[in-house]
């Protein structure tokens, strides 16, 4: 066979396992609060209003991202509804093909320098990638993470591809990428980027060269050329509150301060790094351990990759282990290259074969563990998720993934012994993992869903029902975002405690005499409703779902209990600044 038939043979390959990963039954849950409900309702919103300059959501603008995540995700939402009826797969699709478009950038990155390419390890490095427990998470749902993942991925490769090559060709389709990467995410994107191509330079001893090649002066004005116009039109609309939000909050503070309480020790993101490679953490030790101690060997240009790599995980690791705000998310744009070190380390003669037992040992007390759910999911208990830990036994699910594991240990032990020459022993260990998704972790969503999130839609088809001309809607107790994707109404959010009562009160009080006569529809959660000062609140009840009940409310009985919190010395709080607000 041709070598460009392999390689369209085995991109088809990738494309068919990538696909069963990311794309099998994607739009079969709804959308999951509360992060990726706010970018579906900010896409979606650009389509219904033609808006496609400022991301909205429930009435306030939304600027803790930049606009080309709206922009897929309102672009496919104009697909017609009977495609996507819970507006699922529009919001999730531009997340799953981001993933599978690194998982193809790997293949072809494997393949295209070496001088005698290996089709096995192409494929199980895409496979690290994709079966990697972070990315299987984030894969499929609706959040800029895997979009700014797949740009840098793009971004990095080509500039590897470009210094390993010598090509005379500027690499501009990579700075190209990284303009789309920080049309993404922001300047954080070049932030990543500056920090591998910085650590390489320095450990290759070959700055100069690769700053020759890449000529990141005239490619930065490439990059600025792609996303600044949409900075500049945002800052000009918007003014002071797009440069206060974007660049100082959700840049600068998040760097500097701890965020929503998302902090974290020094060594949180190599923790994360070691969850994210399971079960083949091992080789993953194993690629970095090979990159160690060749330290202080030169590397020739085209046998870089696995440096290059690793100074790329180095460099995600590095710079946000400096932020004080810490998010598992955070180490996404690195984990490309965490699969780069995994397939690279199979062509190691050292400490191989004691790193596959490794994984093998460890994909088997993954197996067992998943088969001991008995014993531990009884220990789950989520007041938004009653009966889940019986359900799930029920379902079978969680024993089906520890089959899944097992069944990746014993071709792992199979091909180990065997030596099996068809199949390498990485992908005989990869390829019972990839129906993983199918088997566990896609019911297992699907009945979360069910529990968590269905009651949710119906009692948003129940305000549909319900709510009259002139009525507000609000939502207190645990505020779920998806309540205003499903109905398309603002919603007035607020907490548990009796100052969210005062604040209801006050936010929603009479401004007429018009106004005493009218009401507003109340969605309010089971444990909320038991609070006296919520009892107290003068209510019909309209109808009940799950956890969550609906009531109409008269407003001036709620403006009067909050003058009642407000003599008692409930203090209010909606009116102080909150950057997160929806």
């Not at 606009?67 to 507006?87: F, K, Q």
């Amino acid at each position: 066979m041709k070598q460009s038939h392999r390689l369209a043979w085995l991109l088809g390959v990738t494309t068919f396992l990538g696909g069963l990963i990311f794309l099998w039954r994607l739009g079969a849950v709804g959308q999951l609060d509360e992060t990726p409900a706010l970018f579906a309702a900010a896409g979606r919103a650009m389509a219904d209003t033609g808006d496609w300059l400022t991301p909205r959501v429930n009435g306030h603008p939304r600027f803790d991202k930049p606009v080309l995540i709206y922009w897929l995700i309102g672009g496919l939402s104009l697909l017609p509804r009977h495609w996507d009826p819970l507006g699922s797969l529009a919001a999730n699709l531009p997340s799953a093909l981001a993933m599978l478009a690194v998982m193809l950038a790997l293949v072809v990155t494997m393949l295209k320098l070496e001088p005698q390419p290996s089709y096995s390890r192409a494929l199980s490095a895409a496979l690290a990638f994709g079966l990697s427990p972070l990315v299987l998470l984030w894969g499929r749902v609706a959040v800029s993470d895997p979009l700014l993942t797949a740009c840098l991925a793009f971004a990095l490769l080509g500039f590897w591809r470009t210094y390993a090559s010598g090509s005379r060709l500027r690499p501009w389709g990579s700075w190209i990428f990284l303009g789309l990467a920080i049309l993404t995410k922001g300047p954080v994107a070049l932030l990543i980027a500056a920090s591998c191509l910085g650590l390489f330079g320095l450990w290759q001893r070959d700055f100069a060269r690769l700053i020759r090649l890449l000529a990141p002066g005239r490619g930065l004005l490439v990059s600025v050329a792609v996303a600044a116009p949409w900075y500049s039109l945002e800052l000009w609309r918007e003014g002071k509150p797009f440069l206060d939000s974007f660049f100082g909050y959700h840049n600068f503070q998040r760097f500097s301060q701890v965020v929503n309480h998302h902090s974290g020790p020094w060594w949180f993101f190599l923790a994360v790094l070691l969850i994210a490679s399971l079960p083949a953490t091992p080789l993953l030790l194993l690629g970095i351990h090979q990159e160690l101690r060749a330290f202080q060997k030169p590397r020739p240009t085209e046998g870089s990759l696995g440096r290059f790599a690793c100074c790329w995980l180095l460099g995600v690791m590095l710079l946000f282990s400096f932020s004080a705000t810490k998010l598992a998310s955070y180490i996404l744009p690195g984990l490309p290259a965490m699969a780069l070190l995994i397939g690279l380390a199979c062509g190691s003669r050292q400490l191989l074969n004691v790193a596959r037992w490794f994984s093998v040992s460890l994909a088997a007390l993954l197996g067992i563990g998943f088969l001991m759910a008995p014993i531990w999911l009884p220990l789950i208990n989520d007041p938004e998720m009653p009966g889940l830990s019986s359900q799930l036994l029920l379902n079978g699910a969680v024993q089906r993934s520890g089959i899944c594991f097992l069944a990746a240990a014993l071709f792992g032990v199979i091909s180990q012994i065997w030596q099996l020459k068809r199949i390498p022993w990485l992908l005989a260990f990869q390829l019972p993992l990839v129906v993983w998704p199918l088997l566990g972790l896609v019911p297992t969503a699907e009945l979360i869903d069910q529990i968590r999130q269905r009651p949710v839609r119906y009692v948003a088809a129940l305000v549909l029902q319900h709510i009259r001309p002139g009525e507000a809607l609000a939502m207190a107790g645990i505020n779920k975002p998806s309540l205003h994707y499903y109905t398309k109404k603002v919603v007035v959010y607020e907490g548990r405690p009796a100052s969210g009562l005062r604040n209801l009160g006050e936010r929603l009080r009479p401004t007429s005499q018009q106004d005493l006569a009218i009401n507003f529809l109340l969605v309010i959660d089971r444990t909320t409703a038991k609070q006296y000062f919520w009892q107290r609140l003068p209510h019909q009840k309209l109808a009940a779902e799950g956890i969550y009940a609906l009531w109409r409310v008269p407003r001036h009985a709620a403006y009067e209990e909050a003058k009642r919190l407000a003599a008692a010395g409930v203090a209010s709080t909606w009116q102080l600044q909150n950057p997160e607000r929806y």
